[in-house]
């Protein structure tokens, strides 16, 4: 558990939480019995499972299936939002852990439930509102903010290296080198188990690492270094590319005043 955590009336399908982390604070393997979403107004969540990670960074959440097994770390000054939902109303709701916009609409109204602190009335306001958080939902688009995980050991290893190297270029044919395979099976494998390109993954492991250490008021110059970009107009065009955002745009939504 973090810390101020405050949340609407519990006692009905659809209920919402505001949560605050400090910087490296980490919530070890668990589960909720409701679906939950989670999104931040500043800081950046990462969520792991057993298929993945997920990055939240402000403007973005997390939706995470109800059992579903998951480690959180936050890096910065984490405010958190979001919701719980009864499993059993989950009829047109994704059934699997994603990435998703947040729209204004959405934040508004989960701002507003946090207050309710009675017992939720047939036809009243406070009931069309909880309501209308269960339509939004259903219509959140996806992000592709996450890192899947392949099963294999043999691959399990290997990501692990990258991820703690990701200076490094890290081409294929290295990699099937370093597993003493061809590069045609490494190619074939990966993309079996991550359903990525291998070089899709790297680009994305080291676009999750950029969103973290960009959180974290780290250089962009530094960044692009650490991560093996030759320039930073190299690592600027990249970051754009995935995420429709500069560097420096990003940055602006840690400096925003949270409401």
């Not at 009829?91 to 508004?108: D, F, T, Y």
């Amino acid at each position: 558990m973090g810390q101020h955590f405050q949340h609407g009336f519990l006692d009905y399908p659809v209920y919402a939480f505001s949560e605050n982390y400090p910087h490296g604070h980490i919530e070890d393997w668990h589960s909720h019995e409701r679906i939950q979403l989670i999104h931040t107004l500043s800081g950046v969540i990462r969520v792991q499972t057993q298929e993945g990670i997920w990055i939240t960074p402000p403007g973005r959440g997390v939706w995470i299936p109800a059992h579903k097994p998951h480690a959180l770390l936050s890096s910065g000054h984490v405010k958190a939002r979001g919701v719980f939902i009864d499993a059993s109303i989950q009829h047109g709701m994704c059934n699997e852990c994603r990435v998703v916009a947040i729209p204004a609409l959405l934040r508004e109204l989960i701002s507003s439930a946090i207050q309710i602190q009675h017992a939720i009335q047939p036809a009243s306001r406070n009931e069309r509102l909880l309501q209308l958080i269960l339509d939004e939902v259903r219509l959140l688009p996806t992000l592709a903010f996450s890192l899947p995980e392949p099963q294999s050991p043999k691959l399990q290893q290997l990501c692990q290296r990258i991820k703690n190297n990701l200076a490094l270029e890290w081409h294929l044919e290295q990699s099937a080198r370093l597993l003493h395979i061809s590069s045609k099976t490494l190619a074939r494998h990966f993309q079996k188990e991550t359903g990525l390109h291998y070089s899709d993954w790297v680009r994305q492991a080291k676009l999750m690492q950029a969103m973290i250490d960009l959180s974290l008021n780290k250089p962009v110059l530094n960044v692009a270094l650490d991560l093996g970009y030759e320039s930073p107009s190299a690592f600027s065009a990249m970051f754009k590319r995935e995420t429709s955002m500069t560097p420096s745009d990003y940055l602006k939504q840690f400096s925003a005043e949270p409401v």
